[in-house]
């Protein structure tokens, strides 16, 4: 029997006839077609995905972020870069609010202008990451605000707006500065030229007579489409922590304190301190050693004399050692501070003695940190404070100056 030869089957392709091999050679060259297609798309949308993940970073994630919960509020990425818009544009204190709007009213498309050129400047400078420093006031301003009944201040609607609209229009009208005085430093909007960075607010001719509703809101419509800045945003972010500082500084201001009217040495080391304490006790005068010992050049040529001063105007350790000290005459131990080694003699000590001015508001702003500090850690205890940013590392202090009090 003969064998037969086999054959390859035909199949019909587009109304031809072509056989098995070459069908599955036009298969194999279609897959590989589909295939190259598939991966020319797919490195398109790689590309694509790379070149637009950091924009929707950008614009979606990072505004959304949330960078601290302090009690039910939560501060995001978009509540900390309004808060920087506020501070490099319009000034951080709302008392220079009155300038900025003073400059609106006289000329709305001038100032729309120079925002909007603020803008383009703080853009070009480029926007810097988040630090723990950088936000901490943020957390202390949500802190205020929560504790402002335990600090004595009234946060109501009508207080905060009355508030809002004594910075626009203080006093009836905005102050126009007197001759020769120095501008205050706040809003870098100028009147004429683009503002730069850290300058100054002009001097402002006040436009007579209260603004208009229609004014009040122009303005902060401008602020809203400008700096994303609302007439909301503004009093949550500058008004209210500053009516509860405001308010809990008034009422904390002491009108007399303990106080010691004190002198000392100021060396470089322990051993150098001994010595000083040394030669003090074996009669050498203190003025004397001062003069020629101490590395305190502000009052070292005054014998070390530092005048009265009540514990907020030192550094802690300085403080702690001095106030230690009863007796007119009585040393200290030696005491290391940042500045120092110090040897301290007590000259005076008045427990109730009447404060100028100045310290009246070094005391009251000592009372409203140390009930910052206490707040925080009361929402700490309470599991109602989360910091998602790491602390920033502090360098070593380096000594720059003396424990000289004010005032």
């Given at each position: 029997?003969?064998?037969?030869?086999?054959?390859?089957?035909?199949?019909?392709?587009?109304?031809?006839?072509?056989?098995?091999?070459?069908?599955?050679?036009?298969?194999?060259?279609?897959?590989?077609?589909?295939?190259?297609?598939?991966?020319?798309?797919?490195?398109?949308?790689?590309?694509?995905?790379?070149?637009?993940?950091?924009?929707?970073?950008?614009?979606?994630?990072?505004?959304?972020?949330?960078?601290?919960?302090?009690?039910?509020?939560?501060?995001?990425?978009?509540?900390?870069?309004?808060?920087?818009?506020?501070?490099?544009?319009?000034?951080?204190?709302?008392?220079?609010?009155?300038?900025?709007?003073?400059?609106?009213?006289?000329?709305?498309?001038?100032?729309?202008?120079?925002?909007?050129?603020?803008?383009?400047?703080?853009?070009?400078?480029?926007?810097?990451?988040?630090?723990?420093?950088?936000?901490?006031?943020?957390?202390?301003?949500?802190?205020?605000?929560q504790s402002a009944g335990q600090a004595g201040a009234d946060l109501s609607e009508e207080k905060v707006d009355q508030k809002l609209m004594s910075y626009l229009y203080p006093a009836g009208?905005?102050?126009?500065?007197?001759?020769?005085?120095?501008?205050?430093?706040?809003?870098?909007?100028?009147?004429?030229?683009?503002?730069?960075?850290?300058?100054?607010?002009?001097?402002?001719?006040?436009?007579?007579?209260?603004?208009?509703?229609?004014?009040?809101?122009?303005?902060?419509?401008?602020?809203?489409?400008?700096?994303?800045?609302?007439?909301?945003?503004?009093?949550?972010?500058?008004?209210?922590?500053?009516?509860?500082?405001?308010?809990?500084?008034?009422?904390?201001?002491?009108?007399?304190?303990?106080?010691?009217?004190?002198?000392?040495?100021?060396?470089?080391?322990?051993?150098?301190?001994?010595?000083?304490?040394?030669?003090?006790?074996?009669?050498?005068?203190?003025?004397?050693?001062?003069?020629?010992?101490?590395?305190?050049?502000?009052?070292?040529?005054?014998?070390?004399?530092?005048?009265?001063?009540?514990?907020?105007?030192?550094?802690?350790?300085?403080?702690?050692?001095?106030?230690?000290?009863?007796?007119?005459?009585?040393?200290?131990?030696?005491?290391?501070?940042?500045?120092?080694?110090?040897?301290?003699?007590?000259?005076?000590?008045?427990?109730?003695?009447?404060?100028?001015?100045?310290?009246?508001?070094?005391?009251?702003?000592?009372?409203?940190?140390?009930?910052?500090?206490?707040?925080?850690?009361?929402?700490?205890?309470?599991?109602?404070?989360?910091?998602?940013?790491?602390?920033?590392?502090?360098?070593?202090?380096?000594?720059?100056?003396?424990?000289?009090?004010?005032?």
């Amino acid at each position: 029997m003969s064998q037969q030869r086999s054959r390859t089957p035909n199949v019909p392709v587009g109304g031809r006839t072509v056989t098995r091999r070459a069908a599955s050679r036009r298969a194999r060259e279609a897959r590989r077609q589909r295939i190259a297609i598939g991966a020319a798309v797919g490195a398109m949308l790689l590309v694509a995905l790379i070149i637009g993940l950091p924009l929707l970073k950008r614009t979606l994630w990072d505004p959304s972020r949330t960078l601290a919960v302090v009690g039910e509020q939560r501060l995001t990425r978009a509540d900390y870069d309004k808060q920087q818009r506020l501070n490099n544009i319009l000034g951080s204190d709302p008392g220079v609010l009155a300038q900025t709007f003073e400059l609106y009213r006289q000329d709305p498309d001038q100032f729309r202008e120079s925002i909007a050129s603020a803008v383009d400047t703080a853009d070009e400078s480029g926007a810097a990451g988040v630090t723990a420093a950088s936000l901490d006031p943020m957390i202390d301003d949500a802190v205020l605000v929560q504790s402002a009944g335990q600090a004595g201040a009234d946060l109501s609607e009508e207080k905060v707006d009355q508030k809002l609209m004594s910075y626009l229009y203080p006093a009836g009208a905005p102050k126009e500065p007197a001759a020769g005085a120095t501008p205050t430093a706040g809003p870098t909007v100028a009147p004429t030229a683009a503002p730069a960075a850290g300058g100054t607010a002009p001097a402002v001719t006040p436009t007579a007579g209260p603004p208009s509703d229609q004014q009040v809101e122009g303005f902060f419509d401008t602020l809203d489409d400008s700096l994303g800045i609302s007439r909301e945003d503004y009093e949550r972010l500058a008004v209210e922590p500053a009516m509860v500082r405001e308010q809990y500084l008034a009422k904390n201001k002491p009108k007399a304190a303990p106080q010691v009217h004190v002198r000392h040495i100021l060396v470089s080391d322990r051993q150098a301190a001994e010595k000083v304490l040394q030669d003090l006790k074996k009669g050498v005068r203190f003025e004397v050693l001062a003069r020629e010992r101490s590395q305190d050049t502000s009052n070292a040529s005054k014998g070390g004399d530092l005048g009265w001063a009540p514990r907020e105007a030192y550094v802690a350790p300085f403080a702690d050692a001095a106030f230690k000290l009863t007796k007119p005459g009585q040393l200290s131990p030696p005491v290391q501070t940042t500045f120092g080694w110090h040897i301290i003699q007590l000259l005076e000590r008045d427990d109730n003695r009447p404060l100028n001015e100045q310290q009246q508001d070094q005391i009251a702003q000592s009372k409203l940190q140390s009930f910052i500090k206490q707040q925080r850690e009361r929402l700490q205890r309470e599991g109602q404070l989360d910091i998602a940013i790491p602390p920033t590392p502090v360098p070593t202090a380096v000594p720059t100056g003396t424990p000289e009090p004010v005032g």
